[in-house]
């Protein structure tokens, strides 16, 4: 942690401003569980998949089966024998966005991989269509519902089942929530770090992460899951378990089996545990927020940072004027930068090295040269973790508080870096166009936000309504994926398909692409029970 | 580049002393190819599979179709219509080390991705066998035919297709060596770095390196090529073409294709082109090499290297007395310590950074310690890019010196980093039980050699013998995979199975994870024409 602001980094009139030694005083992020009441959102019953003729629909005799199969009493909560009233069931059947809302009648919540087994073999033998759910904190409707599916949570699965703290590998259960996991790791081997953080870590599980393929804040530095994770547990569509929990970072023996189930959103498997490679965490921490005058600002400054901080640099995130505002406003965030030095972008910076002395001295140069090439309006360096942490949650918080604002439609795009903020560009202007965004406020939709880790080309674009509606959506959609393909970008970086984007897929994939996957979805769910109307349909 | 040699890292008795200005004198590496004269291995024909009646003997008039399809003359050359001697295709039908050989009677070059697609369908109309081949480098037999399949080289695909220097993103073709590659970017766009490097640079085509997900000496720093590689462009065993070329660092729009193909050896489609990632290449380079008394030794200074160097660290890496003795009598490498100061175990470090007074600042504090805790006998620290480079050499001279030493049975095995080396020393026993291994020089086995990534827990373990013979084979195998096995390892860290190791699978692999590799391979090669009888039979 850097002792002091160097004087050395002021210039005249821009100058890289020291944080106040008060922190600034953002309210701690709420959950995102806690963060939306659960009011009953549209439901786009129009453009909804039917129902599948093909699963059974279930019955209070299934419901007597299935606690032979799960005898702890608070394993099978249903509509269906009246164990739970219809209310009980929405914090399953409805994402916490107010979205998506299916209407099943049943969850269960095994306490084991050998129950999550019994229940699956039972839902194959008795074709029961299968959502696995963990924190429900996905942004495309894959943990929900559509229909009447069973819902499996996995809240229970919650050991974790060993620390190697010489060599870093963590074998977990799948519904460990993101942040139980790294306060264990603080407490008990404080040198290594979960290579993964999120801003809904306090509700997320780590099984829903890696089902998800999530990419987070900390990818730029620690890779992807694809790389950190070195082997799964998964109960197999036949209820079978698979065991390719390895602990070795190096095994070429055949197909890498766990890369078909990371990102695979439940559709072939349900992981009930991981194992993963902590990394070291650096000894040495610097948190930098700038406000810029323009994206191309931004672009120059992203460059400017990778050549001075090179090897020390562990993230590099953006945000907009927009998220900002929202930020102040719901998020309780305080003024970081003066009013006249407050500009259309903002940059996040942190570094993690393993010496002070040379992290503090790399960041001088940086701000040296930011400074003397006039990128940035002004710029604020983090004293200490508290104020770290601060600075964290302005970006943490653009999420949640652009969804406070108003009903966001929320889109996770890659393209590459130098065109990321066009699409918000397009995407406003597009809006004008139809006349729903309007400089007097009075239209459908109140603004058009984007944010993201700039890093990894990686951009969250929001567009805040009035209202969910399918006038709206058909305003955006398919518009903004038709934008990504002509950019070769993927409509979905980090988010997924669920079931939002399940039908826009070949704005990303080829014929051949689908239909190789939709034979690998075939192979391993033959009766196709595993979350279905989903990701490969 | 470390300007001088500190007077501060210099101990009274065990200094850090300074490598010579003159440079250690190593010849340099000869590619593989012309290491390994191409006379005639021991043909295991006992363990050989049975040859496929499935598959189609060519003939004459299979030649003249061939020809038909891949228009330019040298793109077929077959022992069978006389265009070719057998002794023209014995640098296809065996491999480097002399230690596999099929009898295949037709090599085809196809020139671009399309002939791939063209000859692949004709292959399975007609139910032919194909062996991709790329460098023909490989140590587990995956790229030489067994019996009479016919050879696809990827050779002539040898294009770079882009590089884009803003993002670092390559696409290039199959063909392509890996040091042409490597030469390509230093002068094209020197700020970037390919995150692969081997032994065999100079011999082995980045298709290959895909194909079997080779590891090597940067996967410390740069990750594997699971993350690096972002796309690939593959031709199925029906002759479609798979255009996954994304050059995207994030996209979760279903299963990850790629990864099926990366590491999958032939079995179920030939990459004909890659897109992957290039990292911004370390501005300062340091490399040092230490002297051990023991293994325990390595680990220490393995762990007191991470404390010190952190960030910067890119390889460690570990060689044992046997091989340096082998290196400095078959390499030709001078010997680099006092004879009263070298040891039983070498380690390399190597740092990659972005300043060059932090690196050595870091390199300085390891020194003291190392000094201070008398973890090591001797250390040299190199003073230019042709010092690291001969240091650099000792360890990559190490395969081929004991490759030279005698008939060298070579494992690649993966296990944790502090019972890596037991694995070696459990050999020597075991050799020495059956009368093999002798004191005098006059055993079947001259030496039993380890060396590896000690950074990746991967050892490379050598049998030096007098001949290739079931005899010998069968003291090692499967003795040395039963070893493996107990120590929850893979009997394959970064080889592959090919045909050496596709009878062990199951030492590494459940019999759950075949079953499903056996479906995987199935669903793509119904016709099993692909790579026949090797990786997963």
Chains 1, 2 share one sequence.
Not at 475 to 488: G, K, S, W
Request: glycine share 10%; proline share 5%; charged share 20%.
């Amino acid at each position: 942690m850097l002792s002091k602001c160097k004087a050395a980094v002021r210039a005249p009139q821009r100058a890289v401003q020291c944080v106040r030694q008060t922190p600034i005083a953002i309210s701690s992020i709420p959950h995102r569980a806690s963060l939306a009441p659960y009011h009953l959102g549209h439901r786009h019953t129009s453009s909804l998949p039917p129902r599948s003729p093909e699963l059974t629909t279930l019955t209070p005799k299934h419901i007597a089966q299935l606690r032979t199969l799960l005898p702890h009493p608070s394993s099978v909560i249903s509509t269906l024998d009246d164990s739970a009233a219809p209310d009980d069931l929405i914090p399953f059947n409805r994402d916490w966005m107010g979205k998506y809302e299916g209407r099943s009648g049943v969850v269960v919540r095994p306490i084991s991989t050998e129950e999550v087994s019994k229940v699956i073999k039972w839902c194959a033998e008795n074709g029961v269509g299968v959502v696995p759910q963990g924190g429900n904190t996905g942004l495309v409707g894959g943990s929900t519902p559509i229909h009447d599916e069973l819902i499996l949570s996995l809240s229970s699965l919650t050991r974790i089942r060993s620390f190697d703290p010489l060599s870093g590998i963590l074998i977990a259960e799948s519904g460990l929530i993101l942040e139980q996991i790294d306060t264990f790791l603080s407490k008990q081997s404080p040198s290594f770090i979960f290579p993964l953080d999120l801003g809904a870590k306090g509700s997320c599980q780590i099984g829903g992460n890696v089902a998800t393929n999530a990419g987070g804040l900390r990818l730029l530095r620690y890779g992807s899951l694809r790389g950190s994770v070195l082997g799964l547990e998964v109960v197999l569509p036949d209820g079978k378990i698979w065991d390719g929990l390895s602990g070795l970072r190096k095994d070429n023996t055949g197909y890498d089996l766990k890369q078909l189930f990371i990102g695979s959103e439940g559709s072939i498997g349900i992981i009930t545990a991981i194992s993963i490679l902590c990394p070291r965490r650096p000894t040495t921490h610097n948190v930098a927020l700038f406000s810029l005058p323009s994206y191309e600002a931004c672009l120059s400054v992203f460059a400017e940072t990778k050549t001075h901080l090179g090897e020390i640099l562990s993230a590099f995130e953006m945000f907009d004027r927009t998220s900002y505002e929202a930020v102040k406003k719901h998020g309780g965030a305080r003024r970081v930068f003066e009013e006249g030095n407050e500009g259309e972008f903002y940059c996040l910076v942190e570094t993690g090295g393993s010496n002070a002395e040379h992290d503090s001295e790399k960041l001088t140069r940086l701000f040296e040269s930011l400074i003397s090439s006039s990128s940035i309006l002004d710029g604020v360096l983090a004293q200490d973790t508290t104020q770290s942490a601060s600075l964290w949650q302005i970006r943490e918080l653009c999420p949640e508080s652009l969804s406070k604002a108003g009903k966001a439609y929320k889109y996770d795009l890659s393209v590459p870096v130098e065109k990321m903020y066009s699409l918000v560009e397009k995407m406003r202007e597009r809006l004008r166009d139809v006349g729903m965004l309007r400089d007097d406020g009075s239209g459908k939709v109140k603004s058009v936000a984007g944010f993201g880790h700039m890093g990894d080309g990686n951009l969250h674009l929001n567009v805040v309504a009035t209202e969910f509606s399918d006038e709206v959506q058909s305003a955006i959609e398919p518009f903004v994926y038709e934008l990504v393909a002509q950019n070769n970008g993927s409509i979905s970086a980090e988010h997924g398909l669920g079931s939002m984007k399940a039908p826009y897929i070949s704005y990303s994939q080829s014929s051949t692409s689908i239909e190789l996957m939709r034979r690998i979805k075939k192979m391993f769910d033959p009766k196709g029970i595993m979350n279905p109307y989903k990701f490969i349909t």
